[in-house]
Structures are given as structure tokens and as C-alpha cells.
């Protein structure tokens, strides 16, 4: 089993940061890439940031330039993914899911999803 557990979702005035967390639990031996979707009330899921295991990086038009995901050690399976984004706009409310492909207890990449945690960005 593997899990994904996600922290650091909450209420932000516009213009504000947030800083979502995640990491992999479970028979964890590799993981290929992370990423961080969203999804708003009445709108399909979309990507949101994607990291490589090299640290490579992708961004969806509406974060670019506002926002980073990065991880500690990105070729390690225990590290954690980070999604910063500044100067959140209204827009920016939606549950926010956390993906990984990991390598696990079959030996083979599988896809696996955290719950999601929710970012609500009122004034």
C-alpha cells in the first residue's frame, strides 16, 4: 500500500502565499515524478505542477511566474513535494491533489492520488 498525505491547505486573502506539502508513506522504492492538480467546484481536474525525478520542472500557464514545486531531495522516494504560490487570486480556490508514480510493492510504477486538501482564497 502507499499513501500520499497532504498538508497545508486553508482560508487566504487574495494576493497572500500557500504552501502545500506531501509525502509518500508505504512500500515506497522509487517514485518517477510528482505533481500537484486542482480541482474547482463544476470544473475538471487540471495539472497544476509537475517534478521529475532530475528536478525537472512544468508549470500550467495560470501559476506560472507565481508559484514552485520542488522537492528536498528529488531522487529520493521519501522525499516530500512542495507547491508555493504566491499572490493567490480567487481563481486559485479549488481542492488541490497530490500525484505520484511510484515504483511500489509490485515492483512496477504505478499512479496513486492523496485525498486532496482544500485552498480557499476569499477576502
Known amino acids: 500500500q502507499v499513501q500520499l498525505e497532504e498538508s497545508g491547505g486553508g482560508s487566504v486573502q487574495p494576493g497572500g502565499s500557500l504552501r502545500l506539502s506531501c509525502v509518500a508513506s508505504?512500500?515506497?522504492?522509487?517514485?518517477?515524478?510528482m505533481a500537484w492538480y486542482r480541482q474547482a467546484p463544476g470544473k475538471q481536474r487540471e495539472r497544476v505542477a509537475f517534478?521529475?525525478?532530475?528536478?525537472?520542472?512544468?508549470?500550467?500557464d495560470s501559476v506560472k511566474g507565481r508559484s514552485t514545486i520542488s522537492r528536498d531531495n528529488p531522487g529520493s522516494p521519501r522525499s516530500p513535494v512542495h507547491l508555493q504560490i504566491n499572490n493567490l487570486k480567487f481563481e486559485d480556490t479549488a481542492v488541490y491533489f497530490c500525484?505520484?508514480?511510484?515504483?511500489?510493492?509490485?515492483?512496477?510504477?504505478?499512479?496513486?492520488w492523496g485525498q486532496g486538501t482544500q485552498v480557499t482564497v476569499s477576502s
Open positions: 508505504g512500500t515506497v522504492f522509487d517514485i518517477s515524478s
Open positions: 517534478i521529475d525525478s532530475s528536478g525537472g520542472t512544468i508549470y500550467a
Open positions: 500525484f505520484a508514480t511510484v515504483r511500489d510493492w509490485s515492483s512496477r510504477y504505478r499512479d496513486y
